[in-house]
Structure formats: C-alpha cells, structure tokens
C-alpha cells in the first residue's frame, strides 16, 4: 500500500548544529505537509508545499519538495532549544480524502 | 476561535470499563479526524467526518471502538470494553472545506487503561 517514510527517527545535535529530516512516498504526491509536535504536545501545522522544486522558508527552516514529488525534506539552521520536537511530514492517500504520515524525525538537543 | 477542544484530557480506567472521548471542533469546519497516537505504532488514523458523515474507518481497530458526530460540534470516540493495550493519546482533528488543507489538532486525551 502507499507509503510516507521518514528518515532518520531521532537526530542528537548540539545547540546551534543544523538538522535535516527525510520524507520520501511510494507514489507521487499532490502536495505534501509538515508539522511539529512538542513534547507533551500535539501536531501543529508549519507549511504545504505543492508545486514540483519548491522550497519555502520560514526564518531558520527551509522546506523543499522534490522535481519528481515523492520526496521532501525540512532543514533548520542553528537549532534552538525551541526547535525540540517531533517533525512529522503527511501526504494525501491516494484513493479518498486522509493523510499518510511519516513516522516523524525527533529532534533532541545535547546538553 | 478556541481550538479544538477535548475531553478529559486524561482518563484513567479499568480493563472492561466503557470510556468515551469527546471532542468539539472548530466551528466552520466541515473535516473532523480521530487519531491514536503511540510510541510503537506512531500517529494512526482511526476515523475521519466530512459534513458529521463517517467517510474512513478503516482505522478502527475493531468493534470495540466506535465514533459518532451527531452534529456539527459535537464527536465522540468511544471504546467498550477497553483494555489495557488501547492506552494511547487520542487526538482529535479538524480541518475546512478545502480538500486537504491544514489540520488543526485538539490538545489530545491520555488514556490509561489498567
């Protein structure tokens, strides 16, 4: 069945150290989300990408979506103690109106 | 606008015990998802809404669960008889009339089932 998987599962960084986290779908997507969980929170919306190639940014985080839109990925610049999560990228299923979710990426800061 | 809203946000209950989950959409929202959430299994579709219709429920894990959306603010989740293996958080969801837009999570219930 499709699929959304997502790489790596936990990313250790020193404060101030970049992250990237991977979305790739066995079938192409016509767009594809990303969200973020705090600990002890719920999923909160940060952007859709739609178009093949498009990146988009917001302050330290820059999403693209790929040529062949079956993958995608987030990146953040100097991470922050505010950037602890989860990050979870969804795709719509192909047959009715749901989002497949990646696994998701946690982001966990080294003391 | 509140957000959507959930109830309890955390229950504690006894293998066998009946226990339903309660959620409050966003008003204006015509899309209303239930999910579970668990370390093993991650983030699970388990039901979605449109215009208070189930669509998908395929997610259920079977006829213990059940969910219902008499109105256009009002859903519940109900599992009867729980077990210990449905502790999860519960989340509930709800988005506008365009397809695939943004979702907006509830806060989530803890469930703990002894």
């Known amino acids: 069945g499709q699929q959304v998987m997502q790489i790596p599962q936990y990313q250790h960084v020193q404060e101030g150290e970049d992250f990237t986290t991977y979305c790739n779908s066995s079938t192409t997507l016509s767009n594809i989300q990303w969200y973020k969980q705090r600990p002890g929170g719920h999923p909160v919306f940060l952007i859709q990408?739609?178009?093949s190639g498009e990146v988009k940014k917001q302050k330290r985080l820059t999403f693209q979506f790929g040529e062949a839109k079956k993958n995608s990925s987030l990146h953040i610049t100097a991470t922050q103690t505010t950037d602890v999560g989860t990050y979870f990228c969804?795709?719509?299923?192909?047959?009715?109106?749901?989002?497949?979710w990646g696994a998701g990426t946690k982001l966990i800061i080294k003391p | 606008d509140a957000g959507v809203i959930q109830s309890p946000r955390h229950e504690v209950t006894e293998m066998g015990q009946e226990v339903t989950l309660r959620c409050k959409p966003i008003s204006g929202h015509d899309y209303l998802f239930w999910y579970r959430q668990t370390m093993m299994r991650g983030l699970e579709l388990l039901i979605y809404f449109n215009n208070n219709v189930p669509i998908d429920d395929s997610g259920m894990p079977e006829d213990r669960f059940s969910a219902k959306m008499p109105n256009a603010s009002f859903s519940t989740l109900k599992i009867q008889p729980s077990e210990p293996r449905d502790s999860a958080v519960y989340f509930c969801a709800s988005s506008r009339t365009e397809i695939y837009d943004e979702q907006f999570f509830g806060p989530g219930t803890r469930l703990t089932v002894l």
């Open positions: 990408l739609v178009k």
């Open positions: 969804a795709g719509p299923k192909d047959s009715n109106y749901q989002l497949i």
